[in-house]
């Protein structure tokens, strides 16, 4: 049989959008975006073929249609959110998924994870398919690691975990023959070699100089890369330079693969690692203990981190950047 009933996180945007008469209202009501609602309800009109609702300077006006759909609707899917909620609440005590960035994950989380489970065995962790821009709306992650400024996720809970302090890196032997020819003393020296970047922040290495006191309308980038992994692999063939978070390079700094040519240069940007989940989860009890256990984790981490690359003259290299992107 042919279903004709659209979904539910559609149904929920447009009644909540409805009875609130914004669409503003309705994102903060369900801790999404605005403009997860409004798609949602895009979707809606293009699934029945015709408007459910106008927006005008006094708010939204509902269509003839529209109100049909609202005044049979609201009622079903109050009760059925009502009864999923008394099924899932027990089951999901114990259960958490998750998404996150698949370079962090694979860098940090997972080597992390065995002291998790370590500390909490009863709690199963699942991993969802990872989206850039979570609006944790439809069928979502109870919370997710996502990199930008808070400001991007309106509405959740976003706990800084780490990733603002970035550092230049290249391949050991380049480092050792550029200090045999005196050519990197200050940091005005890299604008010589070619310059790696990710290609979601290419403007990293322009604000990186910035803050080491270089003028960057000498920067020219050469070579970008979609994959932080694949990025660190052009470093180790002696591509070129490249800026990177250090939490994500700390284990090839640590083990020697890479160097760092001002290790005492301490720039740090706005955006950074945070785990993210809407408000109303937080009372859930499995997300409650991985949070809890997710930020400790990350400030033993920052504070080893920081011992380790503690500037050896604290009077040299306090620079410090504004990244508003």
Known sequence: ?????????????????????SFTQAAQTLCVTQGAISRAISRLEAHFGQPLMHRNAHGLTLTDTGRRLYEGAQAPLHLIEALSTELRADD??????LSTVPTLASTWLVPHLPDFHRRHPDIQLTFAAYRRHEDFSGATPDASILFGTPEQWPGCQADYLFGRDVVVI??????????????WTTPHGLLEEPLLY???????????FAAAGVATDAVTLFNGFDQVSILV?????????????????????QSGRVAAPFPDLAIRLSRGY???????????????????????????????TAASSAPRDQAEWKHGVSDQA
Not at 92 to 97: E, F, P, Q, S, V
Not at 170 to 183: D, F, I, K, S, V
Not at 275 to 294: E, G, I, T, V
């Open 233 to 253: 692999r052009a470093v180790m063939a002696d591509m070129g330079i490249a800026v990177l978070q250090r939490c994500l390079v700390q284990d090839e700094l």
């Open 170 to 183: 290249c391949e050991p032997g380049r480092l050792a023959a550029r200090q045999a020819q005196g050519r």
């Open 92 to 97: 999901r005590r114990l259960r958490l998924t």
């Open 198 to 208: 990710h290609s979601n922040s290419k403007d990293n290495w322009a604000k990186w």
């Open 1 to 21: 049989m042919r279903l004709h009933s659209p979904s539910m996180s559609e149904l929920h945007a447009f009644i909540t959008a409805a009875r609130l008469g």
């Open 274 to 304: 945070h785990l993210c989940a809407p408000a109303q989860r937080r009372d859930h009890y499995a997300l409650a203990c991985f949070r809890q256990w997710l930020l400790q984790t990350a400030r033993a981490d920052l504070a080893v």
